[in-house]
Nanobody
Framework: QVQLVESGGGLVQAGGSLSVSCAAS????????MGWFRQAPGKEREFVAA????????NYADSVKGRFTISRDNAKNTVYLQMNSLKPEDTAVYYC?????????????????????WGQGIQVTVSS
């Protein structure tokens, strides 16, 4: 069983930066593609970013491309999301997710994988 715990959210002004982390309790973290999703009030959950197990293949939603960066430290079983130039529309609950199988997927496939494991979510609020 994989357990994911997010941390680091909070309140930031528009234009500011924030980093969220996700620590995974898993035997072999490098077996998992890791993703970040978000859900704003009244909206469906949407893909934000994902990273292959080695971190050499990533994918970003168009809305965050150039502002957000996903990275991972397999030695620490942790994936990060650095968020810069934040906008009020980035306000949401951010979820970490893991997709297993030990497969190296192409960047284009990352948003569409089956993510079997999810964290509890963490609030990110961007004030205008």
């Amino acid at each position: 069983q994989v357990q994911l715990v997010e941390s680091g959210g909070g309140l930031v002004q528009a234009g500011g930066s924030l980093s969220v982390s996700c620590a995974a309790s898993v035997r072999t973290f490098s077996d998992y593609t890791m993703g970040w999703f978000r859900q704003a009030p009244g909206k469906e959950r949407e893909f934000v970013a994902a990273s292959s197990w080695a971190g050499d293949s990533t994918n970003y939603a168009d809305s965050v491309k150039g502002r957000f960066t996903i990275s991972r430290d397999n030695a620490k079983n942790t994936v990060y999301l650095q968020m810069n130039s934040l906008k009020p529309e980035d306000t949401a609950v951010y979820y970490c997710a893991a997709s297993g199988g030990g497969v190296t997927w192409s960047s284009a496939r990352l948003p569409y994988l089956r993510y079997d494991y999810w964290g509890q979510g963490i609030q990110v609020t961007v004030s205008s």
